[in-house]
């Protein structure tokens, strides 16, 4: 991998990090009233960063397959099944954590949770997509550059 397209994965990384730490620090406040424990926090957070890399995975690929899509849909499904079947059973048993206790199933009925997650997963992704529209133009160009300097009849 190249010095700057390693830069680009890194900053797009950091780009996503960022949008969706602060983007649900910013939006709970607002979208939640006091219903809402703080611990379903680092769960949006966290289903919302599974859903940016996975949708990130589909949008790099060159090829999509069913295995690879496949790959995505389980990895999408297994977030909220993991952590509900933990809630449910696991952490009562276990870590005697009573207030993480069905908090996720508590937060998926919620609407603006939804809402949230539709747009900070639009706004965290924007940058793949444009870089991705722009991607043949660019190639395009560098093509064109390079054939007038081999023949500088076409013009």
Request: aromatic share 16%; hydrophobic share 55%; glycine share 4%.
């Amino acid at each position: 991998m190249r010095k700057r397209q390693l830069l680009k994965w890194v900053l797009i990384g950091f780009w996503h990090a960022f949008v969706v730490f602060f983007g649900w620090y910013f939006l709970w406040p607002v979208l939640f009233t006091f219903d809402v424990d703080l611990a379903n926090l680092g769960e949006a957070i966290g289903f919302n960063s599974v859903l940016v890399i996975s949708l990130k995975i589909l949008i790099e690929a060159c090829h999509w397959n069913l295995f690879l899509v496949g790959s995505v849909a389980i990895s999408l499904a297994a977030y909220p099944v993991i952590t509900v079947l933990t809630q449910q059973w696991l952490m009562v048993g276990m870590f005697n954590n009573a207030n993480e206790f069905r908090t996720y199933l508590h937060l998926c009925y919620r609407l603006p949770y939804f809402l949230g997650t539709l747009v900070l997963t639009v706004l965290a992704l924007a940058p793949d997509v444009a870089f991705k529209a722009c991607k043949p133009a660019v190639r395009d160009y560098r093509l064109m550059r390079r054939r007038r300097k081999t023949n500088p009849i076409i013009t």
